[in-house]
């Protein structure tokens, strides 16, 4: 997540107007981070999140779902 463009240019507008002078998140490094952002973890927009709470149902199951079926997932991978 440190690597996305927000952090990387410390574009907090006026809410971190004097910790952005002492942050450099181009030396940061978080493997476990970067291994759950990219191989383990789910992005969803937020724009996903402004529907109707039958939408937030929807994913919700959908999620459960993956949870629900992830051995054959993971047998249908190798």
Not at 53 to 68: G, L, N, P, R, T
């Amino acid at each position: 997540m440190y690597r996305q463009p927000l952090f990387l240019n410390k574009a907090f507008g006026p809410y971190l107007h004097q910790a952005t002078k002492t942050l450099d998140y181009g030396k940061v490094n978080c493997p476990n981070c970067e291994k759950i952002c990219s191989e383990e973890g789910a992005w969803l927009e937020h724009s996903l999140f402004l529907g109707p709470e039958s939408d937030m149902e929807d994913i919700a199951s959908a999620f459960e779902k993956v949870y629900q079926h992830r051995n054959a997932l993971r047998e249908a991978r190798v």
